[in-house]
């Protein structure tokens, strides 16, 4: 599989994170991507990365530290080893995979947390998105996917094809509904929109 390029990864690994913790909690605590850029070290920072190699990096340690106390820079440094070994603010203790290409067990998980996903994002249709369920331009082809992001729930809207996933972008709220996209949901293609069924992955505490 592709590299997801940027950090789009690692916010997609966190917002599953904060998700699962804020379920767990009934706390809200903004967490560090800034740790995985900096401590993945088998991601390549802001030139690209994958979100389970993050949520395995985490798990690992049983846990990641926050926002606030590891900000986010907008460049790979050097790794603050002590905040990813013992700072934690929320805890991980492991992470599953979703079942590939199948949108039912998807959704079975997206009803108990967040799960993050790889889809192609690359088509300028996608890049410009600012509401409405999309359908495309964009491959379903797994080898194709080039961007991470975090599905948080799902409708279904009444009328025919009306179905859709709720993922959270990492390209601030001033993109699509709100840093959001509506991704049609249960398309006749096994691997989903833009490939998204093909890879999620999700945090267990």
Request: charged letters at 20%.
């Amino acid at each position: 599989m592709e590299i997801m390029a940027g950090s789009c990864w690692a916010f997609a690994a966190v917002a599953a994170m904060e998700g699962m913790n804020k379920i767990r909690t009934g706390e809200l605590v903004s967490l560090s991507e800034q740790v995985l850029v900096d401590c993945d070290s088998l991601s390549s920072g802001c030139d690209g990365g994958r979100s389970d190699t993050a949520l395995s990096l985490v798990a690992a340690r049983g846990g990641i530290t926050s926002e606030e106390r590891y900000p986010y820079s907008g460049f790979q440094g050097k790794c603050d080893v002590d905040k990813l070994l013992f700072d934690h603010q929320a805890s991980v203790k492991g992470f599953n995979a979703v079942p590939c290409n199948n949108e039912r067990q998807l959704a079975l998980a997206v009803a108990r947390q967040p799960v993050t996903v790889y889809i192609d994002a690359s088509g300028f249709e996608f890049q410009f998105y600012a509401g409405g369920i999309y359908r495309g331009p964009c491959s379903g082809n797994p080898a194709r996917v080039n961007h991470a992001v975090t599905i948080v729930g799902y409708c279904e809207d009444e009328g025919e094809g009306n179905k859709y996933w709720i993922a959270k972008n990492s390209w601030s709220n001033d993109w699509g509904d709100q840093g959001y996209i509506y991704l049609a949901k249960d398309v006749p293609w096994k691997t989903g929109t833009c490939a998204l069924a093909s890879s999620p992955f999700y945090p267990t505490a």
